[in-house]
Structures are given as C-alpha cells and as structure tokens.
C-alpha cells in the first residue's frame, strides 16, 4: 500500500510570509497527525484528527497555526505569519484509528524560516 | 517532554556488536513502549513494541526490556551492522494519552564498519 504523501518536501520563506503543507494519509486511515520536530529533537504532535473532527489541538499554537481536515481524508496545515522559530520539520502521520498504536509518517516537510 | 528521558544521546558502535539504548519514563498509565527508527529525510518508523504484562520481546536483531517498577524499558540491537545507523526513538503511549505518542530526544546510533 502506498505510504503517507507529504508535499512540498522543502520550502523555504521569509518571516512574516504564509505557508501551507499537505498531508495525504494512507487509504482507510480514519486518525491523522501533525507533528513538528526541531533539529536534534523527537517529534512533538501539534494535532490529531479522528476523520475531520480535530480532537487534540492543544499543542497547537492557534495565534498562527490552522489546520483542517475537510472531508476527512487529506490535510492542510497552515502557518501565518511565519516566524523564525518555526523552522523545522513538519511530519504527518496516520494510523488505522486512535486505538491503533502504531502510526505511519510521512517524509515530513522541512521548512526554513528565513 | 521531560516526562521520557533517553540515553545515550549517541552511541558508536562496531560492526557485529550490542548496542544498547535505554528509555526512562514518568508516566505510570503508559501501556504501550514503542521503539521508532528513523533515518536521514524520512520519518520515523516502528521499529518493535511491548506491552507491560511481559518483560521481554524479541524480533530477530531487535530485543525491547521492559522494567515496570523501574519505569524504564530498553532497545538492544544484536550483531549491530552498519545499516542500522539510525535516529531511535522511545515513544511510550496510554492512559489519557492515549494514541499520542511521546517521543525521546532520541538517539543517534553509528556502526562503523
């Protein structure tokens, strides 16, 4: 089966500017994540949905973080305005259902904040 | 995430030898200890997990120690090669975070040839 797609793969912004990031979940994979990992850090998860229902924000920061989920399948995780401290690499993954322990990641997008 | 604590932050390690990576955890409703490895421009991958009711389990190279009282659990890769040079990461998981997983710093595994 065909692993979670994320794209771009790179983007690099000036302060201040918009960015957005795609996430397309494995087929049937009701759960999807957002995650950021700094350099030389372990993933911290920014959000989960359960089909379009975001059911854990609370590490996102909503002053300039949106995400959605629309018809429960693929994902848009927005930044604006970026700041320098957002530069990291931004992983998705899924995973069948929340009971379902294991998660699949993407290749993550890796974002430069100039 | 002081609540998962990993050691070593990097280990070097000759081909055919044990490496050792261990996981030390906080939170007592976790009931599933993963371990994640990830390599250069991917993301993480599991790589094996245990459940509390045993202490041990294996999958060819691979061995997860689980020390309920102690609150830690540990990766041993066996006959360690040079393809295993990787990122791993514990990610234990439960209770009311249940299907968050939360990540280790991570360590850097080297084999060298």
């Known amino acids: 089966e065909a692993g979670v797609v994320q794209s771009p793969r790179y983007k690099i912004i000036e302060k201040k500017q918009p960015v957005a990031f795609w996430c397309n979940p494995i087929s049937g994979h009701n759960t999807l994540y957002w995650y950021r990992q700094n350099l030389g850090q372990g993933p911290e998860l920014l959000i989960r949905?359960?089909?379009?229902?975001?059911?854990?924000d609370s590490q996102l920061p909503k002053d300039r973080f949106s995400a959605e989920r629309l018809k429960g399948v693929d994902s848009t995780l927005k930044i604006q305005p970026a700041e320098l401290g957002d530069s990291a690499v931004y992983l998705c993954?899924?995973?069948?259902?929340?009971?379902?322990?294991?998660?699949?990641f993407g290749p993550g997008t890796r974002l430069t904040v100039l | 995430q002081q609540q998962v604590k990993q050691s070593p932050q990097s280990l070097i390690v000759q081909k055919g030898g044990i490496s050792i990576i261990n996981c030390a955890y906080e939170n007592t409703a976790f009931d599933y200890f993963p371990w994640y490895q990830q390599f250069p421009g991917k993301g993480p991958a599991l790589l094996i997990a245990?459940?509390?009711?045993?202490s041990e389990k294996k999958e060819g190279r691979f061995t997860i120690s689980f020390n309920k009282s102690a609150k830690q659990f540990s990766l041993h890769i066996m006959d360690s090669q040079p393809g295993d040079s990787a990122t791993y990461f514990c990610?234990?998981?439960?209770?009311?975070?249940?299907?968050?997983?939360?990540f280790g710093q991570g360590t850097i595994l080297t084999v060298h040839p």
């Open positions: 949905y359960e089909n379009e229902e975001a059911v854990d």
């Open positions: 993954a899924s995973s069948r259902n929340w009971q379902t322990n294991e998660q699949f």
């Open positions: 990610a234990p998981t439960g209770g009311t975070s249940y299907g968050k997983l939360t």
């Open positions: 245990i459940r509390p009711d045993v």
